[in-house]
């Protein structure tokens, strides 16, 4: 849904005008849904409302998931979730054109039936946010993006359209359930997002929620009616991509590396080689602790609301870095003991945490549950 417009005729300058065209009665207004592409920024699909009126000479497909490379200190906002995202338009033909010949994603299309005020009140409101000092807006992943824009757009001028209590098929999956179904379980992109979010993330989306999927927009457009009819034309391909390749099993992948990582870490506790040990302890819980630390900036630093309140806190735990350099040593003052037991604890109840959400996560934390384990247990403390 981020999208990346790469290529010339997504360049261009989408100016707003202050003085709104007048649509003709042939003019007609639609909801286009692209397909999810391979690329993350793509990984979503994405969706457009396209205003297409030939007697006025009309053609704009208008997107609300632009954002401008050049801003200023643009990767820090992005991180931040600061960074400003805006509406733009293209002609259809152009969408087309870098959809299917370039991204090779299906196109599909669906006319609305609405009254010509009801087109009027649309094409007035994308108009209206055109202009500079309404075309910005705080992009929100779930709450406020290119496709839930849309689908209050909707609702707005057809109000009763959708009644969202009867659209099973929408309801029952938290956000991240809906966010996962898009990705590959056995990726590290989709276990560095579910790590990244927090307990947010895991509300049980409603129908109308779930539609921050441009598909499941699509969906339940497909399903809207007023006054018994539907509220849209039956959607029809524009462009349909080939079938993709099931996608074989990625052997280097999260979870058969970090299982096999847990087993040199079980492997390596039991030979009870102090130097190396203490050696080794320190690289990992410096990489977690680093990782555990990010974590906690986004979920406390930054505007990413569904990275609140993140049980990967606990299962990382940011103070085992540096606390590393002295639990881990052969002597050390007993406190620390109590210190590894306290941190084995909060860790343990961190990976039980995330089973009921995303259980492959638990692979992370078994790395510092199994150091912490032997350390509680093994290592002999001074009396000083």
């Known amino acids: 849904m981020r999208k990346f417009y790469l290529y010339l005729f997504l360049l261009l300058p989408c100016i707003?005008?202050?003085?709104?065209?007048t649509l003709s009665p042939s003019a007609q207004v639609s909801?286009?849904?692209?397909?999810?592409?391979?690329?993350?920024?793509?990984?979503?699909?994405?969706?457009?409302?396209?205003?297409?009126?030939?007697?006025?000479?009309?053609?704009?497909?208008?997107?609300?998931?632009t954002f401008d490379?050049?801003?200023?200190?643009?990767?820090?906002?992005?991180?931040?979730?600061?960074?400003?995202?805006?509406?733009?338009?293209?002609?259809?033909?152009?969408l087309v054109y870098y959809y299917s010949e370039i991204e090779h994603r299906s196109?599909?299309?669906?006319?609305?039936?609405?009254?010509?005020?009801?087109?009027?009140?649309?094409?007035s409101a994308l108009e209206i946010?055109?202009?500079?000092?309404?075309?910005?807006?705080?992009?929100?992943?779930?709450?406020?993006?290119c496709s839930s824009r849309l689908r209050d757009m909707i609702v707005n001028v057809a109000p009763g359209a959708f009644d969202w209590k009867d659209y099973d098929s929408l309801k029952g999956k938290s956000y991240r359930d809906w966010m996962n179904d898009?990705?590959?379980?056995?990726?590290?992109?989709?276990?560095?997002?579910?790590?990244?979010?927090?307990?947010?993330?895991?509300?049980?989306?409603?129908?109308?929620?779930?539609?921050?999927?441009?598909?499941?927009?699509?969906?339940?457009v497909k399903m809207a009616q007023v006054?018994?009819?539907?509220?849209?034309?039956?959607?029809?391909?524009?462009?349909?991509?080939?079938?993709?390749r099931p996608d074989s099993f990625d052997w280097f992948g999260p979870i058969p590396l970090l299982a096999l990582i847990n087993l040199l870490i079980i492997f390596i506790s039991f030979k009870k080689r102090k130097i190396e040990i203490y050696v080794f302890d320190v690289i990992l819980f410096s990489i977690l602790g680093i990782l555990a630390w990010f974590i906690f900036f986004l979920a406390v630093g930054t505007d990413h609301e569904v990275m609140a309140y993140n049980p990967s806190s606990l299962l990382l735990f940011p103070l085992n870095f540096?606390?590393?350099?002295?639990?881990?040593?052969?002597?050390?003052?007993?406190?620390?003991?109590?210190?590894?037991?306290?941190?084995?604890?909060?860790?343990?109840i961190g990976a039980i945490w995330t089973l009921f959400y995303f259980p492959w996560i638990a692979l992370v934390g078994l790395m510092p549950l199994i150091r912490l384990f032997f350390l509680s247990h093994f290592i002999k403390y001074s009396n000083d």
């Open 69 to 94: 490379f050049n801003t200023e200190n643009f990767y820090l906002k992005f991180l931040r979730g600061t960074l400003p995202y805006s509406i733009s338009f293209n002609s259809m033909n152009d």
């Open 322 to 348: 540096p606390a590393v350099i002295w639990f881990a040593r052969k002597n050390r003052s007993i406190y620390w003991t109590y210190y590894c037991r306290l941190a084995f604890i909060l860790t343990c």
């Open 107 to 123: 196109i599909q299309i669906q006319h609305l039936n609405l009254t010509d005020q009801q087109k009027i009140k649309i094409f």
């Open 129 to 145: 946010n055109l202009l500079p000092e309404n075309k910005n807006y705080q992009y929100k992943f779930f709450y406020d993006n």
């Open 182 to 220: 898009y990705l590959k379980i056995n990726s590290w992109v989709t276990f560095g997002m579910n790590l990244a979010l927090g307990v947010p993330a895991n509300h049980v989306a409603t129908a109308s929620e779930s539609c921050y999927l441009p598909d499941n927009l699509n969906l339940s």
């Open 31 to 65: 909801l286009v849904t692209f397909a999810p592409g391979n690329e993350l920024h793509a990984a979503f699909g994405h969706a457009v409302i396209w205003v297409n009126d030939p007697d006025q000479g009309i053609d704009r497909a208008y997107s609300y998931g």
């Open 227 to 244: 006054n018994g009819q539907k509220l849209a034309d039956a959607p029809f391909d524009v462009y349909k991509s080939k079938p993709l």
């Open 16 to 21: 707003g005008s202050a003085t709104i065209p």
